[in-house]
């Protein structure tokens, strides 16, 4: 069952009429409707591509938030060989949150970690919507120190909310957990790549998209507050997410052009959730070409530097630049 959008309502209307007309044919064989039902199909693709052609940011946080986008567990099943997942920081326990382990990306032996939303009522809960806790960046710190004592590259998958704001997060030094991790990211000397397959939020993301290489998907979001608590701070109204989304210039697009990060990846149309496999595809072939572009331009320390003087410029380019 497609779950659709609130823009999407036209959409569904029109798709679910063609399907009406599918199932009427099926009861009835008598009946001939594919006509009628292609009209309908070709009427909709018109109006799909019509309602993505330039979304707005707020659409953007909307899309990049849909229930039915891949998830870090997604990718990592259909591109990585091998995988071996590791639990625990070795300290307090294992966030389910942060998924993480040894793995293939073709021939090329890697750290694959990211953060999983889960995909249904149960999932979410045992993931926590995404939303990592101290021991998740822990195990993430102890994922990269072993990617560097072997000289793996190290690819990370972004997609949450932001960091766990509980108490007992809180009570185990969740900023803390957060910094160790950007700086631990930032220390390494193996090639990291980032790519934020949806939701990039506050600190929360921060903390896995401190990489040589940021890259999103067309219409993922990355932001330091989500719309809805920028909202509530600057208006004291959070029905003002709209106003606070595009303030915020949360867009992939928006954020190329300010140097914040590196590449964008095409979706297909309609969204990563309409065409799951083809987005997955196409972020495992920009991770290859981009692993085997920084094999070959730097390692070792010169990696680490370029890194660092990366996230240092940063804030240097304006949007009129």
Not at 62 to 77: G, K, N, Q, S, T
Not at 222 to 241: H, N, Q, R, T
Not at 253 to 261: A, E, F, H, P, R
Not at 291 to 303: T, V
Request: with cysteine; net charge neutral; aromatic share 4%.
């Amino acid at each position: 069952m497609t779950n659709y959008l609130e823009f999407e309502k036209p959409l569904a209307e029109i798709e679910g009429k063609a399907e009406e007309l599918r199932a009427l044919a099926r009861s009835n064989e008598e009946m001939d409707v594919e006509g009628e039902a292609k009209a309908l199909d070709a009427k909709a693709d018109t109006l799909l591509k019509e309602l993505y052609k330039d979304l707005s940011p707020w659409r953007k946080c909307l899309v990049a938030r849909h229930p039915d986008r891949p998830h870090c567990r997604d990718y990592i099943e259909a591109l990585f060989s091998e995988y071996t997942p590791l639990a625990g920081d070795r300290n307090f326990a294992d966030d389910h949150a942060v998924m993480g382990g040894l793995a293939r990306l073709g021939d090329i032996p890697v750290v694959v970690m990211g953060q999983e939303k889960g995909n249904d009522t149960k999932s979410r809960i045992e993931r926590n919507f995404g939303m990592a806790r101290p021991e998740g960046y822990r195990k993430a710190i102890r994922l990269m120190d072993l990617a560097d004592r072997f000289g793996l590259p190290i690819v990370m998958l972004v997609d949450t909310p932001g960091a766990y704001p509980g108490k007992g997060a809180e009570e185990r030094g969740q900023s803390e957990a957060i910094a160790r991790s950007t700086e631990r990211s930032l220390n390494v000397k193996s090639p990291v790549i980032s790519v934020i397959i949806g939701e990039g939020g506050s600190g929360g993301a921060v903390a896995l998209a401190t990489a040589n290489t940021v890259m999103m998907l067309e219409h993922s979001i990355y932001s330091v507050i989500s719309p809805e608590g920028c909202a509530s701070i600057l208006w004291k109204d959070a029905e003002k997410m709209r106003e606070a989304a595009e303030a915020l210039r949360l867009t992939a697009q928006d954020l190329k052009q300010l140097g914040v990060i590196d590449q964008i990846i095409p979706e297909p149309l309609g969204g990563a959730q309409r065409g799951r496999s083809e987005a997955i595809e196409a972020v495992g072939k920009a991770i290859q070409a981009e692993l085997k572009a920084l094999k070959k331009r730097q390692k070792g320390d010169a990696l680490k530097k370029e890194r660092r003087e990366k996230f240092l410029k940063m804030g240097s380019k304006g949007l009129t630049a």
